[in-house]
DNA sequence: GTCTTTAATGATATAATATACCATTAACGA
DNA sequence: TCGTTAATGGTATATTATATCATTAAAGAC
């Protein structure tokens, strides 16, 4: 018996798709705990490691502050808001090339590449906007 | 009176551009306690985050561990070996244009990007062969 | 349906990174 | 040399996350 399905786990993957914009483990932990209040943080946190190990959530390391989660496995790019926090994913396309760039240069295994922008979201935006 | 130069502050700048590698904080309080035993921990912290904010230091946010300080100021791109945890810039030229891209989904301010690639550095492709 | 195995849980302790606070020290202009 | 106050150093604390372990419960065997 390799992996058994307890509600906890289910819990966890479904607070991250319905949170949707990258939730960190306290924001999940938070949401699962409104309807089930006995579940543990640590539950939480190790059913996240869990699903981020069988490829059924993305980890995303963000300055400083916790990671977060995402539910889309697809590869993209993220955007973080530097007013409020907020992220979200940017629709452009994904750049295979630029691994190809730095694989040229030698002298190691390029594997991957994450983009973060960083910049003032729609939100954020407008109360400056406002605030003039 | 504005700012007043220190030599703790001197030593914090000092260290990280001798650590040359992207020290961690505390990379940089291990190199300076052994020439200055009494320096605070919160000393260099706080100093690092001074040299940041004076612009004579970049952060570098890292997966899950700690923040890394950067000497060059030279927008550039960095690879991390997902084995040994070494960081080091990448030699490609900075893409100012997926600046445009994201920018051009409208909505929000861009202010910057980052690119962060993961792999195997040479000394632990070296390894590997080894082992092998 | 019951038993058995053991993965998973929940509670607490602890690690790692970083900042807050505050009494004391020392940089630097007067 | 003095006075102002920025900076230091020490301690406490916050945040994020994992380790440990006794207990619970998922799921295969019967």
Redesign the interface.
């Known amino acids: 018996m390799q992996q058994r399905n307890t509600f906890q786990k289910a819990m966890t993957l479904d607070a991250v798709i319905r949170l949707a914009n990258h939730p960190t483990a306290d924001d999940v932990y938070d949401y699962i705990r409104d309807k089930y209040p006995q579940i543990s943080r640590t539950t939480v946190y190790r059913n996240l490691n869990k699903l981020v190990d069988l490829n059924m959530l993305a980890r995303v ?4 502050s916790a ?1 977060r989660f995402d539910h889309n496995l697809h590869p993209h ?1 993220h ?1 973080i ?2 007013e409020c926090g907020e992220m979200c994913d ?3 396309p994904y ?1 295979e090339q ?2 190809d ?2 694989q040229g ?1 030698g ?16 939100e954020c ?1 407008k109360k400056v906007t406002n605030r003039q």
Do not use: P, W
């Open positions: 390391k963000v300055s400083g990671d790019y955007f808001c530097t940017l629709d452009i750049l630029i691994n760039m730095a240069l002298g190691r295994k390029i594997n991957a590449h994450q983009i973060m922008f960083d910049g003032v979201c729609e935006l």
